[in-house]
C-alpha cells in the first residue's frame, strides 16, 4: 500500500476512534451504520501494510470485535532482528489518550512485552505516515536486553 493510502487509512481510523463504536442499531454488534466493522477491516489492513513497511517478520494480525459495550481491536505482533513489535488500536476507556497501544516484544508469543507507550487518535490524524513508522523504528533500535516480566 502507499504512503498516501495509508495516510488515509490512518485519518479514517482517527475519524472512527472518534464515534461510539460501542452502540448497537441496526446490525448486529456493529454499532450505527456498521461503522465498527469499518473499523476492524480498516484496521487490520492497515496493520498489514504497517508490518511489510516496518520489515516484519513473523507477522500476525488479529481484529477482535468484543462485544457491544466495547469497540473490539486490531492487533500487530512482529519481529525484527533482536526484538519486535507489538501494537493494539481499540477505544479506550481509559480515555481519549490511549488509542494506540504499543511496546517492543522479545518474542512473538511475549504477552507482557516492555514498556507500554501510547498514541492518540488525534496523533492519527495529524502525523504523516513517515512519521509514524519513525516512531515505531526506533523501538527496533532498543536493546533487548531490557528486563522482561515473567
Known amino acids: 500500500m502507499s504512503e498516501k493510502s495509508q495516510e488515509k487509512n490512518m485519518r479514517k481510523l482517527?475519524?472512527?476512534?472518534?464515534?461510539?463504536l460501542s452502540y448497537i442499531w441496526g446490525e448486529?454488534?456493529?454499532?450505527p451504520n456498521g461503522d465498527k466493522k469499518v473499523f476492524l477491516n480498516t484496521g487490520k489492513a492497515f496493520l498489514r501494510a504497517l508490518a511489510k513497511d516496518l520489515g516484519l517478520r513473523n507477522v500476525k494480525v488479529t481484529a477482535s470485535p468484543g462485544g457491544i459495550a466495547i469497540s473490539g481491536s486490531c492487533s500487530l505482533i512482529g519481529m525484527w532482528e533482536e526484538n519486535g513489535i507489538y501494537i493494539q488500536i481499540s477505544q479506550s476507556c481509559f480515555g481519549a489518550d490511549h488509542d494506540v497501544l504499543y511496546r517492543t516484544?522479545?518474542?512473538?508469543?511475549d504477552y507482557t512485552g516492555g514498556?507500554?507507550?501510547?498514541?492518540?487518535?488525534r496523533d492519527l490524524a495529524r502525523l504523516s505516515y513517515r512519521q509514524l513508522l519513525d516512531t515505531f523504528l526506533s523501538l527496533s533500535k532498543e536493546a533487548s536486553s531490557h528486563e522482561w516480566a515473567a
Open 105 to 109: 516484544v522479545q518474542h512473538s508469543r
Open 28 to 31: 448486529k454488534e456493529s454499532g
Open 14 to 20: 482517527a475519524d472512527l476512534l472518534g464515534r461510539n
Open 115 to 121: 514498556h507500554n507507550r501510547w498514541l492518540t487518535r
